[in-house]
């Protein structure tokens, strides 16, 4: 089988001659999973259109093209289908409707959203022979979490393109990273398709001399060190290449303090910093959401650190209406040291978000990440973005999503950085060995 199968098919279907890239070649043989990632202009998608066709003719299949976000079908790969037939002269045999497309065998195509799926409503595609998931580095991981286990059908196939963004994207890990049994994972990009258009060379050229931040990830699928139009986009990068990502040991003759940004329906993060000669190191991180602060705290007195202070924001000193207390006043309690600060004043300073964002860029330099302890406050900046205006397309504010708490977070280290200080009264024997001087 193969691609000797596929043009033997379309030999007997009487079809034009279907040709695929070479690295394609087992798109036609018994995989559970196929994933093909790269740039653009590589044919893959395409090329999954065209396959799916030919063996949706050749025997009757219930087919799902799925994405993460499907507000309407012009978001789908209906379009592309529906090209495809009229290309490959298949439209006596394919009915293009408006939500479907069915085959006079019973084959159907049907399109879908995954973010919107519940393991309930996901139960009727229970039945499909083959799901293929298109721009799958935007699938989150709880998609892939109701997806798999329903499509259960023996011999069914999972199919995914994608040009993957960050490597750390769940799908990327999921099926590059860590390839699941049963798999066939290939990278295909530009030069690997022989039909790569002129009008495409122009744009690749262009790029590549006007756009060099992003070429190689839109034409080399190649995976960015921040997310597209992220806000510390250049500063990520610099502290990768300046070695500021790295382990970060713990160093029990200086503080620790916690900065703290609040959160219950939202995530709750605090980070644990070290004010070094001259810098600043992150060394530990927590987040979560629906926790207690007594919660909290019992996670944060697992860890042997020669505490300092427990900084916080605003809100901070805020008396909840259900409790009649505040933050720093159920903390103290719980025998937290808290920074001194009020509603007027907090601990925090409470300069504007623009400001502050500034500040922090300005600053990176001064900042040494643990990128093992540290790498949810890690993938937080480097996901950091803007919203972007519906109709100018102008970047505003930055969203407000579940990147936005750890990149909060960060904004705080960096205004509370200039007052933090160091008992340098020895910490008890349990606090381990003191960290090398030449740990940087």
Excluded at 179 to 197: A, C, H
Excluded at 269 to 288: H, N
Excluded at 326 to 341: F, N, Q, Y
Aim: charged letters at 30%; aromatic letters at 10%.
């Amino acid at each position: 089988m193969g691609l000797k199968w596929c043009l033997d098919m379309a030999s007997k279907m009487n079809l034009a001659k279907i040709e695929f890239p070479d690295k394609l070649d087992f798109i036609f043989l018994k995989y559970r999973y196929k994933v093909s990632h790269g740039g653009r202009g590589s044919a893959k998608s395409w090329s999954y259109a065209k396959a799916l066709l030919i063996m949706g003719r050749k025997k009757k299949l219930r087919i799902l093209c799925a994405r993460e976000v499907q507000k309407s079908i012009k978001e789908s790969v209906h379009k592309l289908l529906s090209d495809q037939i009229e290309a490959m002269g298949l439209g006596s045999f394919y009915e293009v409707l408006d939500n479907t497309i069915r085959g006079r065998n019973g084959t159907e195509f049907v399109f879908a959203g995954l973010g919107v799926l519940t393991t309930e409503s996901i139960k009727s595609y229970e039945g499909m022979d083959i799901v293929w998931v298109e721009e799958g580095q935007t699938v989150k991981k709880k998609s892939w979490e109701i997806l798999i286990p329903t499509i259960r059908k023996p011999g069914s196939e999972i199919w995914v393109t994608m040009n993957p963004e960050l490597d750390t994207d769940d799908t990327y890990v999921r099926f590059v990273v860590s390839t699941p049994p049963d798999s066939k994972v290939v990278q295909i990009n530009y030069m690997d398709n022989r039909w790569f258009p002129d009008v495409l060379e122009m744009e690749r050229q262009h790029c590549f001399k006007t756009n060099r931040d992003d070429y190689d990830n839109i034409w080399e699928g190649k995976c960015r060190k921040s997310a597209a139009g992220a806000i510390f986009a250049g500063e990520i990068e610099t502290a990768i290449l300046g070695g500021q990502i790295r382990p970060v040991p713990y160093d029990p003759m200086l503080k620790v303090h916690t900065i703290w940004d609040l959160g219950w329906n939202d995530s709750m993060t605090i980070s644990m910093v070290q004010k070094g000669p001259a810098e600043i190191r992150i060394i530990d991180y927590i987040e979560d959401s629906h926790k207690t602060l007594a919660w909290y705290v019992k996670e944060l007195e697992k860890r042997p650190y020669n505490w300092g202070q427990d900084w916080l924001p605003h809100d901070g000193f805020h008396k909840d209406f259900k409790t009649g207390q505040s933050t720093e006043e159920i903390l103290i309690a719980l025998k937290r040291d808290v920074a001194p600060g009020d509603t007027v004043d907090p601990a925090i300073p409470n300069i504007g978000l623009e400001d502050g964002i500034k500040a922090a860029r300005l600053n990176f330099s001064k900042f040494y990440i643990d990128e093992v302890k540290c790498a949810r406050l890690l993938e937080c900046l480097r996901r950091y973005k803007r919203r972007l205006h519906q109709t100018t397309q102008e970047p505003m504010g930055p969203l407000h999503d579940e990147y936005c708490h750890g990149a909060d977070n960060f904004r705080y280290i960096n205004l509370v950085a200039p007052l933090l200080t160091n008992d340098l009264t020895p910490p008890p024997p349990s606090s381990g060995p003191r960290a090398s001087a030449d740990w940087r």
